[in-house]
């Protein structure tokens, strides 16, 4: 059966080209110099990413290959202007990633509901010889083309947005753990890889709050070489903001497999271990309460360890507390990106420019990148016609 969710898709996106300008002569009775009259052109249509919090996958996406968007009109006489090119926008869900698939340069990321970002602007319609009277020219048999059409190959990779991110071996009770604590109802069997796809649910709190939760299928040692199911869902954990390890009681070293999980991630992101993390002792209901205190001197210091048991409720309360506590500290709030943080990012061979902000706590700093922009000074003459 194949699966719903899909976190990786290639596209291939092209904006339209500008309409040329018109160069045309008036010619009417009782007036045969009326002079130039052509129009201007139509820009083309643009290309936008838009986050849309309806979407929880790029499913919709996968058989779409191709996004075009509408060229302009050519401009016409008696100044006539051409029609502009209608814009495509791409709705993605929000923790999505895009990339140039040619060089695999990081194009933007879309990570909030209504965050708008130019894709590829449509090029600008070509001016008609009206634009160009003067008295000392006042018949101009030139017009201006149209500017072309840019075209970019792109890679969407969705990463979940979720504050707790479930870290651990198949068979460590994620999936159990998050139908406890939530509406979800990720698949739970007593074999390895019963989750092949990231599950979200939202954990109620006192006074009505809550927060996130996200169930990534199970990490094997060697997943950050390919092994298991891969590098596929890693990905995912790198935007959870607090991460939860899970080590079943009855595991014989829990230490040393808590370790491999954190040397998984440590290869796949270094910076992954910079997150605010967890450790929970899982299946406590296989255990009495004198083994219990016995495990807890043996396990990591620089760690905070919860001892549960999604089965029996034993210890949940006391893990939502500390997982709320965690998550509000002062050193674990992300930073949220606002629509001021991104203006314009395009790629640098498409002759624009490249204008970024990043916010560092209450400061920003803006960062500027000119490229050469080439004037339109090509134009389209006419000879032949008096």
Not at 163 to 176: I, R
């Amino acid at each position: 059966m194949e699966s719903n969710f899909v976190d990786y898709v290639k596209i291939c996106c092209r904006s339209g080209k500008g309409g040329r300008g018109s160069m045309h002569l008036r010619h009417v009775k009782y007036n045969p110099n009326g002079g130039p009259d052509g129009g201007d052109g139509g820009d083309g249509g643009s290309v936008f990413l838009r986050g849309n919090h309806n979407y929880w996958t790029l499913l919709h996406l996968k058989y779409q290959r191709h996004i075009f968007a509408q060229h302009g009109g050519n401009g016409g006489k008696d100044k006539c202007h051409g029609t502009k090119g209608k814009d495509e926008y791409i709705d993605v869900p929000c923790g999505t990633v895009v990339y140039n698939a040619e060089n695999g340069k990081f194009v933007c990321d879309i990570s909030y509901d209504g965050q708008v970002v130019c894709l590829l602007k449509g090029g600008r319609g070509g001016l008609g010889n009206f634009q160009f009277r003067s008295p000392t020219n006042q018949a101009p048999r030139y017009a201006q083309p149209g500017e072309p059409m840019q075209e970019m190959t792109v890679i969407m990779e969705l990463k979940l947005l979720a504050d707790v991110g479930l870290v651990g071996f198949p068979n460590a009770g994620k999936s159990t753990l998050l139908s406890s604590l939530s509406s979800a109802r990720p698949k739970i069997a007593n074999y390895p890889f019963t989750t092949l796809e990231p599950s979200l649910g939202i954990v109620g709190y006192h006074d009505k709050q809550s927060f996130v939760m996200a169930d990534i299928p199970g990490i094997i040692e060697g997943a950050s070489e390919g092994k298991g199911l891969g590098l596929r869902f890693l990905r995912h954990i790198e935007r959870n903001s607090l991460l939860l390890f899970m080590v079943p009681g009855d595991t014989d070293d829990i230490k040393h497999e808590y370790e491999v999980l954190l040397g998984e991630l440590r290869k796949f992101n270094p910076e992954m271990l910079d997150k605010h993390r967890v450790l929970a002792v899982t299946k406590c209901d296989l255990l009495d309460e004198e083994l219990i205190e016995m495990l807890r001197e043996t396990l990591p210091t620089d760690v905070q360890v919860v001892f549960i048991s999604a089965v029996t409720g034993y210890g949940l309360e006391e893990l939502k507390n500390v997982l709320w506590k965690e998550l509000n500290s002062e050193s674990n709030k992300l930073q949220t990106i606002t629509a001021e943080d991104t203006l314009v990012h395009r790629d640098k061979d498409m002759g624009s420019f490249q204008l970024e902000m990043e916010a560092e706590g209450e400061d920003a700093i803006l960062f500027v990148d000119e490229e050469e922009v080439e004037e339109l000074d090509d134009f389209e003459y006419d000879e032949e016609q008096p």
